[in-house]
């Protein structure tokens, strides 16, 4: 399974982006898809993480200012930043949760990063 992550870019605070992820490859099911970032010298984290059942998980940083949404017949997720801060600047990873055949162990798929930069 692949994952193909765009949409990152250099923008001023206050600014918004979109952030795009596509999968290909062989996919049973994907239980989760969402975004998790690295700033350097930092460990990564959770942004935000979507939920086959429906839940959904933000980091309290970004909780009213980002917003994830999926597309489960492409197998796509999007991440809306909106007022963004220098403090959102870092390397976001698009990550998804997936079974390639029925009765795999869901594992993490990883996207290559896209940078994001954010300027006050």
């Known amino acids: 399974v692949q994952l193909q992550a765009s949409g990152g870019g250099l923008v001023q605070a206050g600014e918004s982006l979109r952030l795009s992820c596509a999968t290909s490859?062989?996919?049973?099911?994907?239980?989760?898809m969402g975004w998790f970032r690295q700033a350097p010298g930092k460990q990564r984290e959770l942004v935000a993480r979507?939920?086959?059942?429906?839940?959904?998980d933000y980091a309290d940083s970004v909780k009213g200012r980002f917003t994830i949404s999926r597309d489960n017949a492409k197998n796509t997720v999007d991440l809306q930043m909106n007022s963004l801060k220098p403090e959102d600047t870092a390397v976001y990873f698009c990550?998804?949760?997936?079974?390639?055949?029925?009765?795999?162990?869901?594992?993490?798929?990883w996207g290559q990063g896209t940078q994001v930069t954010v300027s006050s």
């Open positions: 990550n998804a949760l997936v079974r390639r055949v029925v009765g795999e162990v869901p594992y993490d798929s």
């Open positions: 490859g062989s996919i049973f099911s994907i239980n989760a």
């Open positions: 979507l939920f086959s059942g429906g839940r959904t």
